[in-house]
């Protein structure tokens, strides 16, 4: 699955397996990078789908205002 086809619930359950493996230590140092650079990929891909979300909610409140 590419990250363009997660949805969000997806993405953020990932980036939770992520956190918590980076936190659990024990990783070599090129492992916790590629964690890292995952988490990064992953909280952009959460980001644009709360962000659509903002887009939805607020074109909803200002077509009802319009009415």
Do not use: K, P
């Amino acid at each position: 699955m590419t990250d363009e086809t997660l949805n969000y619930e997806q993405a953020r359950t990932e980036l939770a397996s992520v956190v918590e493996r980076l936190e659990q230590g024990g990783s070599s140092l090129e492992e916790a990078l590629a964690l890292w650079e995952r988490g990064e990929q992953l909280a952009d891909v959460c980001q644009r789908w709360l962000d659509g979300a903002r887009q939805r909610i607020d074109a909803a409140r200002a077509a009802r205002t319009q009415d």
